[in-house]
């Protein structure tokens, strides 16, 4: 056993054995550290690395990460967990894992305040998209593409105040600049990407629910 642990490639016969081994370490994982282990993007890889046995896309989400952060967050609003004030907790949930997956847009912009000002749509797409969430039949995708088109709508905001900010004032002013110019650059591939999955999905008819990676649900026990 020691054996298959160090060695390079991969000592069982298949796929199945691989999984079948990573799914265990996946479980020794968690009975050993439940309490250090929060359930967040990198615990949720790396269990999917585990139980997928290393092969090629272990870990690697199939779809861009603001959709299953979308869907996330609708979850959280139809779950209606406190008495009041879910509305706020969902959308500082938002910011938490925006950061947490290298989003952090809502650093220099107030996604409160497009939110605010898009309020009638917030309650709208929130709306169609949570009837049937209890029965499993409701559609995620007007509340996904809100939050798409939110995020989008933070980062041309921060296209202008970036604009504002290239006047000479200073070495500091410069980095603050250079900074901000790396998260767009990065972030308008994100949001590229999210956008063509959305529209994919839906041309696709897939309504149900946001599966995260690329094996089928229907084929796990």
Excluded at 34 to 52: D, M, Q, S
Excluded at 95 to 108: A, K, N, S, T
Excluded at 200 to 217: D, I, L, Q
Aim: charged letters at 30%.
């Amino acid at each position: 056993m020691r054996r298959a642990s160090v060695a390079t490639r991969p000592l069982f016969r298949d796929r199945d054995d691989e999984e079948v081994r990573g799914y265990r370490d996946a479980l020794a994982l968690i009975h050993r550290h439940a309490k250090e282990l929060p359930v967040g993007n990198e615990t949720i890889c790396r269990l999917h690395a585990l139980t997928r046995g290393q092969i090629w896309d272990a870990g690697e989400y199939k779809v861009p990460p603001p959709i299953p952060l979308a869907a996330f967050n609708l979850d959280f609003l139809c779950i209606h967990p406190f008495r009041d004030g879910k509305g706020r907790v969902s959308r500082l949930l938002w910011l938490l894992q925006g950061y947490q997956l290298g989003d952090e847009v809502g650093r220099y912009i107030s996604l409160e305040r497009l939110i605010e000002e898009n309020k009638d749509r917030y309650y709208e797409t929130l709306e169609q998209s949570s009837r049937g969430w209890h029965e499993g039949a409701h559609d995620p995708w007007p509340y996904i593409n809100f939050v798409l088109s939110i995020m989008k709508d933070a980062y041309r905001d921060l296209v202008d105040r970036v604009g504002a900010l290239k006047a000479p004032r200073g070495e500091k002013r410069q980095m603050v600049v250079d900074g901000i110019e790396q998260l767009l650059a990065r972030s308008r591939t994100t949001l590229s990407r999210s956008a063509s999955w959305s529209s994919y999905f839906r041309a696709s008819a897939v309504t149900c629910c946001v599966t995260p990676f690329g094996s089928s649900r229907s084929k796990e026990s």
